[in-house]
Nanobody, 120 residues
Framework: VQLQASGGGLVQAGGSLKLSCAAS????????MAWSRQAPGNQRELVAS???????NYADSVKGRFTISRDDVKKIVYLQMDSLKPEDTAVYHC???????????????WGQGTQVTVSS
């Protein structure tokens, strides 16, 4: 069971990027999915989360600019980032609560990070 993130890159301030994070492997169920970010010298920050029922939560710093969504058929979580600011520059990580087939315990699975750089 693993998560694969993609979609990072370099963008000018005011621009947009869409991150994707795909889950793969022997997965029975996925509960909460989330995106976090970590800038150099800073602690990791939870950016947005989405529950299996679709309820979302956002950090105050991204409300109104970022949108998290999920496709449960494809097992993908997205992060649409609009009106990007230089302070959004960070490595973005996805994670999800996953129940593998045949398992009795949920796993907190993390994907590799994807770099987002916003130039001023």
């Amino acid at each position: 069971v693993q998560l694969q993130a993609s979609g990072g890159g370099l963008v000018q301030a005011g621009g947009s990027l869409k991150l994707s994070c795909a889950a793969s492997g022997a997965i029975f169920s996925i509960n909460d999915m989330a995106w976090s970010r970590q800038a150099p010298g800073n602690q990791r920050e939870l950016v947005a989360s989405i529950a299996s029922g679709g309820r979302t939560n956002y950090a105050d710093s991204v409300k109104g600019r970022f949108t998290i969504s999920r496709d449960d058929v494809k097992k993908i979580v997205y992060l649409q980032m609009d009106s990007l600011k230089p302070e959004d520059t960070a490595v973005y990580h996805c994670n999800a609560a996953i129940l593998p087939w045949g398992a009795s315990e949920w796993l907190d699975v993390w994907g590799q990070g994807t770099q987002v750089t916003v130039s001023s």
